[in-house]
């Protein structure tokens, strides 16, 4: 505070100076001669002399005003007798003062990162503040034959907001101590809820981190892809079904990442996919408690361009695979997931392949069922970086025992697309088609399929979307 009292002061005596040489200026071209007169030289030092008296008073009164207030910083035994009868200004003085110190200690700094957005950050990077926004518009038709009753073919449009999610990470303390929160409203009541709350330390000088609150279950790579950073305008049916997803969950994870080939995560949770429940036991949650890791090698790239499917921004080839599994136990049902994927990313091209795999165990009874299926895709990226080429395919191959006779449980989806990215994955646009000949048993409405086995079905998407 008396350092802005002090800063007030000068600039004060500034401008006193700045019109003093104004009106002296003034004086100068009243006297239109090669030389001032003995006269007006009088009036000029006469000036000079007045101004400097004036600055002197004020010095004389910028002294007496920080005694005054650091006297009230650091009151004494006299100023402590007095405090029933003290300025009621003077606690506002004193928490302004303090505030103001805080600040210049500290040292902060703002901006926006093109790959990172809007930063606040400490200058000693102690602490850093990243808030985020994710906004998809999508329009969707979807298209099936001999959907109503008769054999008619059934088709359905609209708009949606497919995702709005709003968040912040970043680090507190030290940039060993990192954080995420994020909620996603419901795009069919609007309604938030809560995704990612998690808070990770990093071991120093070593490659262990432990993380514990809400987290995405580390299990398949294209569940971990940020929604962002899709390929299409959604992901595959499989990922969906036997991955759930959104697949969230609370508990404690485990994580080796030695910064170059290698990084692994292990983690305990309340079980897969079972995000914003409590501590009660199943049946109060959907399952008793989950286990589960992942385990990744990068033989070539960055670990960054690996949050993606695209090539839009590498600066060089990426190659990488990962296995993982979990086992969530939810008496008497238990699952067991598998997963093995591989990406390579070559210049423009953009290659990825995986397999899922879902075993449900009824205590050995008739009743346990596997579900499988295989992901290929492909991409390519166009030397501008604008224009973008993709193709994918999933098979689904789901147990029969899990639906009723007759029901077709072979699922094959086929999709084709083009992205334009106006300010790669923050600014970008997505058209894509999928078909799929044999319908689907399952709705997964999020990416626009409905039910329709046995049947063709077609759903064309256009999404518009805006991350920052």
Not at 204 to 229: I, L, N
């Amino acid at each position: 505070m008396k350092t802005w009292n002090g800063r007030l002061l000068r600039a004060s005596i500034a401008s006193l100076v700045f019109v003093g040489f104004g009106f002296s200026g003034r004086a100068r071209g009243a006297a239109p001669t090669s030389r001032p007169s003995q006269d007006s030289s009088a009036d000029l030092r006469q000036e000079v002399q007045d101004l400097r008296a004036q600055m002197e008073q004020m010095k004389v009164r910028e002294q007496d005003l920080e005694k005054k207030l650091q006297a009230q910083s650091a009151p004494g035994p006299a100023a402590s007798a007095a405090q029933g009868s003290a300025d009621p200004t003077e606690g506002l003085v004193q928490d302004a003062e303090q505030h103001s110190q805080l600040f210049s200690d500290v040292g902060m700094s703002t901006g926006y990162n093109p790959s990172k957005g809007f930063l606040i950050a400490s200058d000693d990077g102690n602490f850093l503040l990243h808030p985020f926004l994710l906004l998809q518009v999508r329009d969707v038709t979807n298209w099936r034959d001999d959907a109503k009753s008769g054999g008619a073919t059934d088709t359905q449009n609209g708009f949606e907001i497919r995702r709005m999610q709003i968040g912040f990470d970043g680090n507190v303390f030290s940039p060993d101590w990192t954080y995420r929160i994020f909620i996603q409203t419901d795009r069919t009541g609007g309604g938030a809820s809560l995704f990612d709350a998690w808070v990770k330390y990093h071991f120093p000088d070593s490659p262990w981190y432990v993380e514990a609150g809400q987290f995405k279950t580390p299990f398949a790579h294209e569940q971990m892809v940020f929604d962002r950073t899709l390929l299409a305008a959604d992901r595959t049916l499989t990922d969906d079904i036997l991955a759930s997803g959104e697949a969230f969950s609370q508990g404690v994870m485990a994580i080796y990442d030695n910064a170059d080939a290698v990084r692994v995560k292990a983690d305990v949770t309340n079980g897969f996919g079972t995000n914003d429940v409590n501590f009660e036991d199943y049946p109060m949650r959907p399952a008793n408690f989950g286990i589960g890791a992942r385990g990744e090698y990068k033989f070539m790239g960055q670990w960054k361009d690996y949050d993606q499917f695209s090539s839009v921004g590498d600066k060089e080839d990426l190659l990488v695979a990962g296995v993982g599994v979990d086992w969530t136990e939810a008496d008497p049902t238990e699952y067991v997931r598998q997963a093995a994927d591989i990406q390579w990313n070559h210049g423009g091209l953009g290659l990825y392949g995986a397999y899922i795999g879902r075993y449900t165990g009824q205590n050995g009874t008739a009743g346990d069922t596997f579900d499988s299926s295989a992901v290929a895709q492909v991409s390519y990226l166009l030397n501008d970086e604008h224009w973008e080429v993709f193709g994918r395919y999933d098979y689904l191959k789901l147990d029969s025992k899990e639906f009723a006779a007759n029901t077709n449980t072979n699922v094959h989806e086929f999709t084709l697309g083009v992205n334009y990215y106006f300010y790669g994955q923050n600014l970008k646009l997505t058209l894509d088609g999928t078909y799929l000949p044999n319908g689907s048993p399952i709705d997964d409405n999020g990416s626009g399929v409905l039910v329709n086995s046995g049947h063709g079905e077609a759903i064309a998407r256009a999404q518009a979307q805006l991350g920052i």
